[in-house]
C-alpha cells in the first residue's frame, strides 16, 4: 500500500536559516506528489506539486524517484513559513491523496 | 461561493448521538472528497462524489458513517450512533474534476463527549 512518511513532527529553524522537511514515499508506480500547508487558523491550502516544478514562496520540490523522497526546501526562512506542512501523494489514475502526518515548521526570530 | 464553506465549525454531541455535517462546494466543481483528520495525523480520505453519486466510499469507517451529495453540489456527511473515536476534523475539499487540485474548508470539528 502506499505510505508517506514525515520523519520530523517538529522541525525549528532561525529566521534566515535554510529549511528542509523531509518526505519520503512508498509506492511502485509513477506518484504525484504535493505539498500541502496549515497556517494557524487557516484552512489546508496546496503549496505546490512536483508536475508544475514551480517555486511557490521560494519553496521547491525535487522528486528523486530513486530515493523515494520529495523533500521540501527553501534556502532562508522567514517567520511567515511557520506552519505545519504535509506532504501527500495520489497514485497514477487515481484521485485519493494519502498524506502524511505533518511537520510543524516554527521559524524562531 | 468563493471557497468551500463547513458548517458547522465546532460541533460537540453525545455518545450514540446522530449528526450532520454540511459541505458547500465551490461552484461547478462537479468533484467532492471528504476527508477525516484525528489530533496528529495527516488528513485521511473518507469519500469521493462525482456529481450526485459516490465514485469511492472505500474510505468510509464503518456502516454508521453514510453521505449523500442528492442534486450535485452540497453533501452532507451522516454518522449515525457517534462513539468517542469519532472524535476529529471532518474536511470537505471540491476540485472541477478528479485530477485536479483540490480546495478544502476550513473544517468542522467533531467532538463527542
Known amino acids: 500500500a502506499q505510505r508517506v512518511t514525515q520523519p520530523e513532527k517538529l522541525l525549528s529553524v532561525f529566521k534566515g536559516a535554510p529549511v528542509e522537511l523531509k518526505c519520503n514515499y512508498s509506492?511502485?508506480?509513477?506518484?504525484?506528489l504535493f505539498w500541502y500547508v496549515q497556517y494557524s487558523r487557516q484552512r489546508l491550502q496546496l503549496l505546490l506539486r512536483h508536475i508544475s516544478r514551480e517555486s511557490i514562496k521560494g519553496f521547491t520540490a525535487d522528486l528523486n524517484k530513486g530515493e523515494t523522497s520529495f523533500h521540501l526546501k527553501k534556502p532562508f526562512a522567514q517567520e511567515e513559513d511557520s506552519a505545519m506542512y504535509y506532504c501527500?501523494?495520489?497514485?497514477?489514475?487515481?484521485?485519493?491523496?494519502?498524506f502524511g502526518k505533518g511537520t510543524k515548521l516554527s521559524v524562531i526570530p | 461561493g468563493a471557497g468551500v464553506s463547513q458548517t458547522p465549525s465546532n460541533k460537540v454531541t453525545e455518545k450514540g448521538k446522530y449528526v450532520e455535517l454540511r459541505c458547500d462546494p465551490i461552484s461547478g466543481h462537479t468533484a467532492l472528497y471528504w476527508y477525516r483528520q484525528s489530533l496528529g495525523q495527516g488528513p485521511e480520505f473518507l469519500i469521493y462524489?462525482?456529481?450526485?453519486?459516490?465514485?469511492?466510499d472505500s474510505g468510509l469507517p464503518n456502516d454508521r458513517f453514510f453521505a449523500v451529495r442528492p442534486e450535485g453540489s452540497v453533501s452532507t456527511l451522516k454518522i449515525q450512533r457517534t462513539e468517542r473515536g469519532d472524535s476529529a476534523v471532518y474536511l470537505c475539499a471540491s476540485s472541477p474534476g478528479p485530477n485536479y487540485g483540490y480546495t478544502f474548508g476550513s473544517g468542522t470539528r467533531l467532538t463527542v463527549v
Open positions: 462524489f462525482q456529481g450526485t453519486g459516490a465514485a469511492d
Open positions: 509506492y511502485s508506480g509513477s506518484p504525484e
Open positions: 501527500a501523494l495520489v497514485w497514477a489514475g487515481s484521485y485519493q491523496l494519502t
